[in-house]
Nanobody, 111 residues
Framework: QVQLVESGGGLVQAGGSLRLSCVASGNIFSIVTMGWYRQVPGKKRELVAR???????NYAESVMGRFTISSDSAKHPVYLQMDSLKHEDTAVYYC?????WGQGTQVIVSS
């Protein structure tokens, strides 16, 4: 089991930037892929970005060109740099790996 702790959320104006961080602990050697998801009330949790242990990344189309996922060595911490934020990026952002989820961090983008 892996424990995931997110940080870095907050309130920002549209057009601004935030950087989310996810720190993993526990059985980190089992980690193959880490990702960021987001969820708004009444909607399904959706993939934002994902990075593999080999460094491959993929992004939701809605964030491509604005968000960047990266990782320090050993696959964690994992960061999500969010630039040119839009009101529709407002959500709770969750770090994910395998069967494990973080507690989430709120991002609010004011228009």
């Amino acid at each position: 089991q892996v424990q995931l702790v997110e940080s870095g959320g907050g309130l920002v104006q549209a057009g601004g930037s935030l950087r989310l961080s996810c720190v993993a602990s526990g059985n980190i050697f089992s980690i193959v892929t880490m990702g960021w998801y987001r969820q708004v009330p009444g909607k399904k949790r959706e993939l934002v970005a994902r990075i593999t242990s080999g460094g491959s990344t993929n992004y939701a189309e809605s964030v491509m060109g604005r968000f960047t996922i990266s990782s320090d060595s050993a696959k964690h911490p994992v960061y999500l740099q969010m630039d040119s934020l839009k009101h529709e990026d407002t959500a709770v952002y969750y770090c994910h790996s395998g069967d494990d989820w973080g507690q989430g961090t709120q991002v609010i983008v004011s228009s």
